[in-house]
């Protein structure tokens, strides 16, 4: 059983370590938190999409820009777009699971925004509708993903395909890559002497 433990604990390094391996995702992390620093700054917002797991992940990391990261200071505006349960049932039942998000950007998404979606397939019908929509409306589009990307590749500005085919290690990444883009974003936007 030990040997197992460390089998998976070893299998999510690895998977680290071809990211930190990779100098153009490592690049593309810096851009991604300076374009959200710079959404931010102009006063637009973040928005955070995805379906089970990785809906906790866009939850988790909304509540990272709105709360605090390391710093105490203004809370930034983010938020997950699944948190309203009236909506999301009111749409799916109404209209159909596949357009809750879309939906949402609809209502609130605008030129300069952010979203963030998160999808280890890359295939979730529900987010590719969000991120058309979003790219419709001007919106800059980051898609966390697994391996191949998914048709998500193909509808975001900035792609993080985490190097993986197993679901839990994709999405032990994405918190990684989502929690270093808060600190940049704090850092940029707050920044303090201890940096």
Request: with cysteine; proline share 3%; glycine share 8%.
């Amino acid at each position: 059983m030990q040997q197992k433990i460390k089998s998976i604990i070893s299998s999510s390094i690895e998977v680290k370590e071809k990211i930190l391996a990779n100098d153009f995702f490592v690049k593309r992390i810096q851009d991604a938190a300076d374009q959200i620093a710079e959404a931010f700054k102009n006063g637009h917002r973040l928005y955070l999409c995805g379906n089970g797991g990785s809906a906790a992940d866009a939850q988790h990391l909304a509540a990272e820009f709105t709360g605090r990261f390391y710093s105490d200071r203004e809370p930034l505006p983010a938020e997950a777009l699944h948190v309203n349960t009236s909506f999301l049932t009111a749409v799916a039942n109404d209209y159909s699971y596949d357009q809750i998000y879309e939906r949402a950007i609809k209502a609130h998404g605008r030129k300069g925004d952010v979203l963030i979606g998160l999808s280890t397939s890359g295939n979730s019908k529900n987010i590719l509708l969000a991120q058309a929509e979003a790219k419709t409306r001007g919106m800059v589009v980051i898609s966390f993903t697994g391996e191949s990307g998914g048709q998500m590749k193909d509808s975001c500005d900035y792609l993080f395909n985490v190097p993986s085919k197993d679901t839990p290690r994709i999405q032990e990444s994405h918190i990684l890559i989502g929690h270093i883009i808060c600190q940049l974003v704090e850092e940029k936007l707050f920044p303090t002497e201890k940096q």
